[in-house]
């Protein structure tokens, strides 16, 4: 069984820790760089982000981690994990909410709305304002969220 639960774990670490650079690219250099467009062209900028996005790449590395992330909790509870057990439900559960859930509840509505602006300057800039703050908090949240459960899952791998 530990010959199939060690490779999980590093799949989990390893997709954990792209997730929390993605976001962290986007909170630490991105959104500031749209900021230095007019806010129309930000707006026009991150639209274009937002349909590249949802491709193969980033989605499985989203979903395709979601889903190693459950197939280890379905261990955990069945006590193959024996002392990485704890570790391993706290990880994926703060993947699980932090990355997926707060995706899915709070920046795929935001992306959605800005998407939805009229496509003339003063909507869009208008949009772009409104969108900005709430989704790069948000993106924070995924940011430290992703880099925590990385190291619950790197802490579960050296205590299995």
Known sequence: ????????????????????????????????GLDRLPGADAARAMRGINVTAV???LMLALFGTGLVVLVLLG???TGALRGAMWWAVAAGAV?????IGVTSGANVPRNNRLAA??????PLESAWHE????????NHVRTITCAASCV?????????
């Open 1 to 32: 069984m530990l010959a199939l639960i060690t490779p999980l774990i590093i799949v989990a670490i390893l997709g954990t820790g792209i997730m929390a650079g993605v976001f962290y690219a986007f909170s630490g250099f991105v959104t500031q």
């Open 55 to 57: 491709r193969a790449p």
């Open 75 to 77: 261990f955990a509870f």
């Open 95 to 99: 993947y699980l909410v932090g990355a």
């Open 117 to 122: 602006a009229a496509n003339e300057a003063g």
């Open 131 to 138: 969108f900005r703050p709430g989704w790069l908090g948000w």
């Open 152 to 160: 619950g899952f790197a802490i579960a791998l050296v205590a299995i």
